[in-house]
């Protein structure tokens, strides 16, 4: 399931395309979702609930369905932070209850580094991927194409943490009372 319609969605519809990946979009906007299953092939829904839809295979529940899986094998969002996303409910339950593998949810977003989805699937012992992780292996593959050597993984590693990791709390101290 790949949510968002921009140019992550596009790179993110091509990776599963390469990968052999079933692929299922949707977009607040249907048209863009349309527009990646036609240029990378898979469909386009228009809701995210699980009833049917009355003109059928629009719904992600119909997607799932013709599919015949429980759950997607993975949720990519490349929605922006922003909107606040998270995994209806319903197939929350349905992968608790039908015993199907969780999905991997992978978010693209970097700051912040916690988003209401990723901290949904986490309580739901799900799989993630942050988008930290893309951006580090993103800057490790370019420092290599474009210098022809081996990239600091760690070093490149740590700086992206170091900025897109939430500050810690200030210590606290402990006050005694007279």
Do not use: H
């Amino acid at each position: 399931l790949i949510l968002g319609g921009g140019g992550t969605a596009r790179a993110a519809a091509y990776a599963a395309r390469e990968l052999g990946l079933d692929r299922v979009y949707w977009n607040r906007t249907p048209s863009k979702a349309r527009e990646l299953a036609e240029s990378f092939g898979g469909v386009a829904i228009t809701s995210l609930d699980e009833s049917p839809s009355e003109g059928g295979g629009s719904t992600l529940g119909d997607a799932l369905f013709l599919a015949d899986v429980d759950v997607p094998a993975a949720i990519i969002s490349t929605l922006p932070a922003a909107a606040g996303f998270e995994i209806p409910r319903w197939l929350m339950d349905r992968s608790k209850t039908t015993g199907a593998q969780r999905p991997v949810v992978f978010d693209v977003n970097y700051k912040p580094y916690d988003t209401p989805l990723l901290l949904q699937a986490e309580g739901a012992g799900f799989d993630v991927v942050r988008g930290s992780e893309m951006l580090w292996e993103q800057g490790v593959g370019q420092f290599e194409l474009w210098t022809g050597r081996t990239a600091p993984y760690g070093v490149m590693r740590g700086v992206v943490l170091e900025n897109c990791l939430p500050p810690l709390p200030p210590p606290q101290t402990e006050t005694t009372e007279k």
